[in-house]
């Protein structure tokens, strides 16, 4: 079975390209929805613990959480030492259980995939990426983003260009939706004769 490894900086296209591998078949783990599970059962507890009073309605509530990590980089990281390994112990059943049923190819969406070292646990990263100001138009186009936010969420993350630098393999989705999902086949026929390296 090949993991390939799926990236890319906010309003890149990156969750667009991951319904075109599902489109074409292919399981994906979606990393960021999983967050949201945890943020509703099992990561309650102790993301409250750190954070007293981000809970409302048994639920972690994403705007009360924000609010206390917003210029604070050790809360990040102590969220992070929370949230991360949860979500891992997840993608390892994903994978598990797709191995089990004999896929051939499987993809790991990790929006932080370089920036947590998960290039370790895939054979091969695809990064999804635009133009700068194509990304900026996109996010700036989201409800309540700003300009400041943007900025902020864009230092967290590892550069567009030294992702572009590390991945196996790009998809450029500034062009149209067809030019993308060609890609994405491309980038399936490239990998359908090669080994899957690794056990997780």
Known sequence: MFILGLTGSIGMGKSTTANFFREAGVPVHDSDA???HLYEGEAVEPV????????VDGRIDRARLAEKLVGNPDAIK?????VHPLVRAVSERFVAGERARGARAIVLDI?????TGGESRVDAVVVVSAPADVQRARVLGRPGMTAERLDALLKRQMSDAEKRARAHFVVDSS??????RAQVH???RAVAALPGRRIV
């Open 111 to 115: 929006p932080l995939l370089f920036e």
């Open 48 to 55: 409250e613990a750190a954070f007293p009073g981000v809970t």
């Open 34 to 36: 999983v967050v949201h």
């Open 78 to 82: 102590r969220l992070e030492a929370i």
């Open 175 to 180: 062009r149209s939706f067809d030019s993308a």
């Open 186 to 188: 491309a980038i399936l």
